[in-house]
């Protein structure tokens, strides 16, 4: 097993392939400001390798093996492929080489006490909410988020070693590198299935995870999910339960929306009343997030009042229902779903918010995954009044052509809703340009570059608008 030790310092120049991953520029920035020297390599500049080079890390852009020299350990992330010049580089040389699961699970034995967020959706929103509440309360914790947090200045925070807060992603089994003292696990679904083989598998990588988590430890779980529900009894560790529909230690009820699609609802702690949330981000999901973190924020001793006070201050984290702006009276929102139970949770949020006209641009991401659940897909979009599929955002994957962005428009319109395939963000932008009216919401959502298509017309209606052109 790979072991790690903040303070022997045994690697002194860490490498990381990929730094400019979300995940990866955290632990790179975790490292640099505990005196080791780091460096790393992306395939392009952005406003993440930008930050980390301001912060005193050399980022490389593009891929060579000379960019490893001198390096004593070297990180790699799942997206980078077998045959990349580094990561071969580093095998001939014999430079110890790890994943990013591998290491930041050695990374938590570093920290008294771990909280890993786990689950198929709402990872980074429950993580985001937690850390707000974490960060109000001068509990001083180290955090990586899935996301950027203005709360936090972006998607790290350093802090002290009795604590750490992170993610826990499942994909290729990597919740079995973690180690948490407190694990969470919103849901399980059907997903990552480039690697898992069905449902049962990874309900079965799940139940290897709670191996992980020691008997005096804590699980908390989202006891309205039939597939969590359906392992729970090979838990050693306490279980501390959450949920809406059933009874459990913490539940929401007398849930209500407003006109913006914002929840309230009571909070019981075994059943007594604890007091009524009012959340300022949109949809049911929501409420499970919520309470998740208000669960272990309880847990580790915060004061109601003060976690309450937090979660309704939250305004969400960017990727997530994000409002983008406006197009004259035309809002644009931006979202990170690219499940089909995402995609369903998200488009009912905006739907309780308006009855305007919905257009959901959505760019499926992987072959597989829309491939393998695409019946699941055709269902999801029945809360817009227009979708427009993009291509396919390949991210590891390559074009095998078994699957085209055309037969999803064609199932989704087979299933009872308009869609279109255009394809290239340029004529989905001249799309919505000919076509949204005043009030309508434009809705751009997947896990690639899709946000792109928002930004390119709010930043085409800003720049109309200052030459006194109307768009």
Same mark, same amino acid.
Request: with cysteine; charged share 25%; aromatic share 10%.
């Given at each position: ?32 400001? !505990? ?5 790393? #390599? ?50 001939? +040389?014999?430079?110890?080489?790890v994943d990013r699961a591998t290491f930041l699970g050695a990374l938590m034995k570093n920290y008294k006490n771990s909280i890993g967020i786990s689950g198929t959706h709402g990872k980074t929103t429950t993580t985001s909410m937690l850390a707000s509440i974490l960060n109000h309360n001068y509990l001083d914790p180290t955090m990586l988020v899935g996301g950027n947090l203005d709360d936090i200045g972006g998607n790290v925070k350093l802090g002290s070693d009795d604590l750490l807060l992170t993610e826990a992603c499942e994909y290729k089994a990597n919740i079995l590198k973690y180690f948490p003292t407190i694990a969470v696990i919103l849901n399980i679904d059907e997903d990552h299935l480039d690697y898992f083989e069905d449902i049962e598998h990874i309900k079965n990588t799940f139940k290897a995870y709670f191996k992980n ?15 969590? $529900?359906? *392992? ?7 279980? &501390?339960?959450?949920? *809406? ?11 209500? @929306? ?17 007091? $009524? ?10 409420? @499970?997030? =919520? ?32 409002? !983008? ?7 644009? &929102? ?6 089909? #139970? ?6 009912? =949020? ?29 269902? =999801? ?12 955002? =390949? ?10 962005? +055309? ?12 869609? &279109? ?16 009216? $005043? ?9 690639? $570059?899709? @946000? ?8 085409? @209606?800003?720049?109309? +608008? ?6």
């Amino acid at each position: 097993m790979f072991e790690f030790n903040l303070y022997e310092k045994i690697f002194k120049k860490i490498h990381f392939i990929g730094i400019g991953g979300i995940s990866m520029s955290g632990l790179a920035e975790i490292l640099h400001y !505990k005196g080791f020297s780091v460096t790393g #390599t992306d395939v392009k500049r952005s406003s993440v390798t930008d930050h980390l080079e301001n912060i005193g890390i050399k980022v490389f852009i593009g891929h060579d093996e000379k960019n490893i020299d001198d390096s004593d350990l070297v990180i790699y992330t799942d997206a980078v492929s077998q045959d990349n010049e580094e990561l071969n580089a580093c095998l001939k +040389r014999g430079i110890p080489l790890v994943d990013r699961a591998t290491f930041l699970g050695a990374l938590m034995k570093n920290y008294k006490n771990s909280i890993g967020i786990s689950g198929t959706h709402g990872k980074t929103t429950t993580t985001s909410m937690l850390a707000s509440i974490l960060n109000h309360n001068y509990l001083d914790p180290t955090m990586l988020v899935g996301g950027n947090l203005d709360d936090i200045g972006g998607n790290v925070k350093l802090g002290s070693d009795d604590l750490l807060l992170t993610e826990a992603c499942e994909y290729k089994a990597n919740i079995l590198k973690y180690f948490p003292t407190i694990a969470v696990i919103l849901n399980i679904d059907e997903d990552h299935l480039d690697y898992f083989e069905d449902i049962e598998h990874i309900k079965n990588t799940f139940k290897a995870y709670f191996k992980n988590i020691p008997d005096d430890g804590y699980l908390v779980v989202n006891i309205d999910d039939e597939n969590i $529900n359906s *392992i729970i009894s090979h838990v050693n560790s306490n279980i &501390i339960t959450f949920g *809406i529909n059933n009874e459990a230690n913490i539940n929401a009820r007398n849930i209500e @929306y407003d006109f913006r699609g914002y929840p309230s609802f009571d909070i019981y702690k075994d059943s007594s009343f604890v007091g $009524n949330l009012k959340l300022n981000v949109m949809g049911e999901h929501n409420i @499970y997030n =919520a309470l998740a973190a208000y669960s272990v924020a309880n847990l580790i001793g915060i004061d109601d009042e003060d976690i309450l006070k937090s979660l309704s201050a939250f305004h969400g984290v960017h990727r997530r229902l994000e409002n !983008k702006g406006f197009l004259g009276d035309i809002k644009i &929102i931006d979202d990170y779903a690219h499940h089909p #139970t995402e995609i369903m949770a998200s488009l009912r =949020a905006i739907r309780n918010s308006s009855k305007e006209k919905i257009y959901c641009v959505f760019q499926p991401h992987t072959f597989t995954r829309t491939r393998i659940l695409l019946d699941s897909f055709a269902k =999801a979009f029945s809360d817009a009044d227009k979708v427009i599929i993009a291509d396919i955002y =390949a991210a590891r994957e390559k074009d095998l052509g078994e699957i085209h962005s +055309r037969d999803l428009a064609e199932k989704i319109r087979q299933a009872g809703t308009d869609a &279109i395939y255009l394809g290239s963000f340029e004529d989905i932008e001249n799309f919505l340009l000919k076509e949204v009216t $005043n009030h309508d919401i434009i809705v751009t959502m997947g896990a690639g $570059n899709v @946000y792109e298509i928002g930004e390119n017309l709010l930043n085409l @209606y800003n720049q109309n +608008r200052e030459n006194k052109i109307v768009v």
